[in-house]
């Protein structure tokens, strides 16, 4: 095979090194890579030569493992990590898992295009005993326990967010953090039990005749110890979540513990305690997720498939006229178990697994073509579309938007970008960069579900916005709920707080005409709800246009 790329004497020079190295290197612009002999003998290859090896690849690792590996690799070669580097259990030819470690970096040519991408994988199978930073032996001591003859409880553990802990205070910090937290766990726990490093920030605690209460009091005692940090040692305190199964003797592998105990944290990193025990709905619950997110990076992967803007309303204060529209994505996956799936379930776990970045593009540039399309039809609506702080935390997303609202020949004026409290956890003095880049193109920016969150008055406080989008929970119950006082009180308050401060005012979940009599006293901007339409495809608000506009 004559391949300039693969072929070079480099590459015969490395692919010949370790027992337990494999070289790969990816001709990215013809989708071929080349594998190193030993790895095609080691996973039973089929050839040293396979065309769109992603796609291939991901059949050979073990399935919780993927989600993993193909984010850690989309980041790489879009950009936004700058090496591949992801453990991780793969089949090899016995039809047994085994953990590698994967590594690679991509190669641009002098126009900044990715042309390479090349790495080494390591197994680790018969090494790394010891974790070379917490010093504590690996899951693969752990997985050398006789499951035949193992009883007890286990419990994994991990640091909540330990990714933007890294990614904004840097590797070295994030590995202190790590070292304190494995200290932490060994002084929480009782003698008998034994620590293991699983992967990452995450360690598995294993004791014998131990139930998941005594768990739970570890890992509370824990929770406490870790919020304080170390402040001698410049660390912040950390908050974490904990996942117990309670293992049967003779009933298990490690698979399938390791399976439910990762069920179970992953549960726990969403649940309010941040502590859950293993139970068959967990698992189910997880699994349709799982579903979910393989489903979603099948539709980003062929080009958004699936993946919709729907349209609501928003009209002036009588309801009477339309003065702009809120974007929302919808997502239709063709997938005979999935069924209905709304942007409640699917949003999280884009924002989960960093799918968010790429859709959110794709919904940024339908939104600003639309609006485009409308403005040269003399269609005088403002639109407006979501942004998720994730995607403000991407350098290229506000340059990105800047530069399709020029491509389309957009009138900025026009485009609102929402956003909610959550960017509160990203960097202030970014965002504030971002907002002033944003209002020098023109581009208005809104405060999504105003209300709801811990930081609203915050918000307003240090960030530049221009509208404010009263929550739905404060509407919705007008007149019928026993808070009807209170949230009127609310409703009030923000007229004022609007007014005097010069904000526009869009108020969220108009559902009946009581609401619109309601609140007809106060100077608010706009309206949006079920009342006037549910989010609707592009059509049948078109027809909405003709009638309203
Ligand atoms: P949101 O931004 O607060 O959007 C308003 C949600 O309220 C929409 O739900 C809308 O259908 C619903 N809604 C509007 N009027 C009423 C009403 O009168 N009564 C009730 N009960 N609900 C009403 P949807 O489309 O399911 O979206 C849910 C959330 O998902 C959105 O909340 C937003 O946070 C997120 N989302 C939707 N599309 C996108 C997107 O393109 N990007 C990002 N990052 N998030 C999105
Ligand atoms: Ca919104
Ligand atoms: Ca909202």
Redesign the pocket.
Known sequence: MKNSILNHYLFDAFSVASDNMFVYVTDIRNDLTRWSQKAVEYFDLEGEYIYDVKTKWIDYIYPDDREEYKEDLIATITGRKQMHNVQYRARNKYGEYVWVECRGSVIKNENGEPIVFAGIMTRLDNQNKYDNLTKLPTVYEFQQLDFDTVEGSLMLVGIDGFRKINNRKGVLYGNQVLILFAKLIELCVSKDCRVYHYQSDEFLVYAQNTNADKMKEFFEHLTVLCAKGDREHGINGFSISGGVVQIEKGSTAFMEVATKVVNAISAAKESQTHFVCYSREIEEKQNRKNMVAEALNDSIRNDFKGFEL?Y?PIMAKNGERLIGC????RWNPDHPEIGNC???EF?PILENNGG?VEV?YF?MREAIRQASEWQSRGIDIRVS????YLQFEDRNFINALIATAEHYHADTSRIIV?L?ESVFASDTVMIRKSFELLHQHGFMIAL??FGTGHSSFWMLHNLDVDIIKLD?TFI?GLGKDDDTEVDLAIVRSVAVLCETLDYLTIV????DEYVINTISEYNFTGM????FS??VPKKRFEEYISQYC
Not at 508 to 511: A, K, N, S, W
Not at 528 to 531: K, N, R, T
């Open positions: 729907f609501q809120e974007s929302l994505l709304y942007p409640n949003i968010i959110g919904v579309f979501n942004v998720s929402e909610t999504d579900d739905q919705r969220e979940g108009v559902e949006q709800g079920y009342h549910k989010p």
